[in-house]
Structures are given as structure tokens and as C-alpha cells.
């Protein structure tokens, strides 16, 4: 039998309120690409472990503990598609949206990396498709100087707000909330740095990936909705997780790395 086109890997821990739309969203999609469906779970009280019953050729890897880096990794070693696509729990697949990404990186073959457009549950944009950090947007997102000034000029640069979401993009990186690479990127530049816990793994990766050669791209015909649960909206222990990983970033490709 011939591989999928396409692997789908989530992973999920205490989140499978979420989960069941997610899925049934993936499940709907009966026009072509072949895929498969991956999901990594760390386990809790959430019953995940009973949506096998649900989604048949559902396939749960149960994983000890929670990262998202380490989560996605183990999905991904036991993929089996051309392409890996990282979907966060939150999300739902808009019709057409997986087979719009297959179809981009198959006439792209120098695309390593694709994302789709990600939209609110209130169909505003979430600006998927990003530049890479400086110094003020690390302090900038998701901090307390973010919300002292918003809409700030280091932001819109690097959310590329300036930028027409609805035509093809050449960027930087984009969100792991919808992150579609070519299995021989993987192969090139390496699997996610399981160092970041907590964020910037997509951000890491897609530096890792240009660096190889390889051109990150959005796609805005590939559309899901986010829901947005991440644990780090509001300042807590997350979000300082979060930014402890924007610094292990900017340490490990501007300062040791030496940067561009």
C-alpha cells in the first residue's frame, strides 16, 4: 500500500472537549489527499482515549508526559506520509483546507514549510504567517508591555499586518497551529528542538528549515478556525515558559549560532 499523502499529528492533554470537533472536522474531509491521523496524548480524567471508538482509524499514541515539542515528535517518528501536518486541538478544518495544502506543496517543491490561514471563532484574522522575533516583539507578545501598547510598529512588522493575508506569502515561519512540512525537511534540518517546551518550537523549526535551503510559505486558501485555548493568554506560569523560549531561541540562533 502507498503512503498517505498526508500525516496529521496532534497531540492533546485535558483538551478533548476540543478534541471531538477537531477531529470530526480532519474526518469529514472525504475529497483526496489519502491521510492519516495521529494523535499523541499525554493521559487525564479527559476521556481522549475513548474517541477511538468514534474515529475508527484514529490512531492514539498515549505519551508520559507534556511538551509540545517532545508530544509532536513522537507523532511524527511514527508517521508514515509525504507530508507532516501539526494541527493543535483547538482547531477546526475549514472544507478543502487539506487538500489546498497537499496541492501547494506539491507545485512548490521548494516549499519545506506551509501554513494555512488561522481565524478566530469570530473569523478575525490571527496573523499565522510571522517574521522573525527581535528583542521588542519577544518582550513585546504576549507580555505586559504588549498590552501596554498595542498595535505597536515592532508588532505589525512581525505579524506582517501590512501584508495581503489573501495571497500566497513568503515568510519567516509560521504557527504550529497548522504546520505543514515536506517529510524531507525533517529529514534535512532535523525533527522539533525538544528543549523548547513550550512555544517557539515552530519558530526554531522553520529558522533550522531556511537555513537548509528550504522556503516557508502561507497559504491562505487552506483554512482553519483556532479556538484559541493556549494556557498562556493572560500572564501566568505558561506564559513565562513562553518566554523563556523566546530566549532560548534568540540565544541559540543570534547569540551562540551568530545569527544573520
Known sequence: MSRPDLSIVIINYRMAHLLRPCLASVFACQEPPR???ILVNKPSDDGAEKLAGEFHTLR?????RFGISIMRNAGILQAQGRHILTLDADTEVRPGALKALVDFMDTHPDTGVAGGKTLHKDGSMEFSCKRFYTPLTILSRRTP???WFPNNRWERRHLMMDEDHNTPLVCDWVAGACFCVRREAFEQAGLFDESFYFGFEDVDFCYRAKK???QVRY???AVIIHHVQRKSLGFN???WEHLKSGLRFWWKHYVRGGGE
Open 35 to 37: 491521510y492519516e491521523v
Open 145 to 147: 508591555i504588549g498590552a
Open 60 to 64: 492514539i499514541i498515549t505519551y508520559p
Open 219 to 221: 497559504v491562505p486558501n
Open 212 to 214: 537548509a535551503g528550504w
Open 237 to 239: 506560569h505558561l506564559s
